[in-house]
């Protein structure tokens, strides 16, 4: 077994780990550091592959915009829910 072969099967033992570890994290940012993990694990995997479009494409899409936005949407979830909480604890005094 070469060094290259190896470093394919950490990759997509990696990406099995990542794949799975995603659907038991507790909090929603957890979740988005392990997708773009997962995405910069499959990047990697499509270098050793010798497929460096789909690399470029990969980094680019899964790692870049699509976790960024991922980001930017937990980010706007909170903003909102921070708000809601607010508009609730105003109506609570209120009532009183």
């Known amino acids: 077994m070469t060094a290259t072969e190896l470093v394919k099967i950490i990759a997509v033992?990696?990406?099995?780990v990542?794949?799975?570890?995603?659907?038991?994290?507790k909090t929603l940012l957890s979740a988005v550091?392990?997708?773009?993990?997962?995405s910069s694990?499959?990047?990697?995997?499509?270098v050793l592959l010798e497929s460096p479009d789909l690399a470029i494409t990969e980094a680019a899409v899964?790692?870049?915009i699509s976790s960024t936005l991922f980001l930017v949407t937990l980010r706007k979830i909170r903003e909102t829910d921070a708000e809601m909480?607010?508009?609730m604890s105003t109506d609570?005094?209120?009532e009183d």
Do not use: D, K, P
Request: charged share 10%.
């Open 13 to 16: 033992v990696l990406l099995i």
């Open 92 to 94: 609570a005094v209120r």
């Open 18 to 25: 990542c794949a799975i570890s995603v659907n038991f994290t």
């Open 85 to 87: 909480e607010e508009e």
């Open 33 to 38: 550091v392990v997708f773009m993990t997962y």
């Open 41 to 46: 694990i499959m990047c990697v995997t499509w």
């Open 62 to 64: 899964g790692a870049g």
